[in-house]
């Protein structure tokens, strides 16, 4: 089976052939669904089959956060709890995602994006500037 | 030692103590929201958090990465020991401040 990378812009022929490759994975799901429907004891190889088809389908129809929004947040906090802050949005951004679908979620992860940098922006700063002072304060010292 | 806190500090605080030991970002700020009605952004709840952890009041530790989050791991904070004695000072200085004072009737 042919896959295809998501993520940018895709030509019509690329789209086509990804419908074409999602249909030829709905009929794989519904054989296997019949086959395992029709067995009298577990067969563990078809269960295990139908379950990564069925969790491959789902999570390439799951919306991804918004990357841009993610980007930023993860170049601008400090890098010792970037990743914690983008899981935590990540996090709201899925339960907003059940609750109120795709779009909606996506311009609340950008709302929640932009309210959490200014803090950031003001942290970082301010560091910058009580570093500044200390080199200015050293300099002083130093008659340089 | 510092020994003065923000009121964000002071809630965030109170949330990690109250949520020990599964303090987290989400929690804290669903913690600070149920509880108070505002709602600090997830940005200035860790910008509260690494003050607090330059001045050594709270520790870290890591989570287990999950699904739901993008493959990104949870940061659990606990408060130390002279975090809790610097917020119990700091609640103490509010309350003596706000003994005796005489509430004037909220009108209608």
């Not at chain 1, 950031?120 to 500044?132: C, F, V």
């Not at chain 2, 952890?53 to 606990?78: D, H, L, W």
Request: aromatic share 8%; proline share 4%.
């Amino acid at each position: 089976m042919k896959m295809i990378r998501l993520g940018r812009r895709r030509s019509f022929g690329e789209m086509r052939a990804e419908l074409r490759a999602t249909i030829e994975l709905r009929k794989d799901l519904e054989k296997m669904r019949h086959r395992l429907e029709r067995l009298d004891r577990d067969d563990e190889i078809a269960r295990g089959a139908y379950e990564f088809w069925c969790a491959y389908l789902r999570d390439r129809h799951t919306p991804a956060p918004p990357s841009r929004a993610e980007f930023l947040l993860l170049a601008l906090a400090p890098s010792s709890y970037a990743e914690a802050l983008v899981g935590d949005l990540n996090e709201l951004f899925a339960a907003d995602q059940a609750r109120f679908g795709a779009k909606r979620a996506a311009r609340l992860y950008w709302a929640r994006a932009a309210r959490s940098l200014a803090p950031l922006l003001l942290r970082w700063i301010g560091k910058a500037l009580k570093w500044a002072a200390v080199i200015s304060t050293v300099k002083r010292t130093l008659g340089w | 030692m510092e020994t003065q806190l923000t009121t964000l500090e002071q809630h965030v605080l109170l949330a990690v103590m109250g949520l020990h030991p599964n303090a987290y970002g989400v929690a804290i700020q669903d913690h600070i929201r149920d509880r108070t009605g505002h709602e600090p952004s997830i940005g200035s709840i860790y910008a509260a958090l690494d003050r607090l952890g330059e001045k050594g009041f709270v520790s870290s530790r890591q989570g287990e990465p999950t699904a739901a989050r993008g493959g990104k791991r949870k940061i659990y904070f606990t408060i130390t020991g002279p975090g809790q004695h610097t917020l119990r000072q700091s609640l103490q200085a509010i309350s003596s401040l706000s003994r005796g004072l005489r509430w004037k009737e909220a009108t209608a």
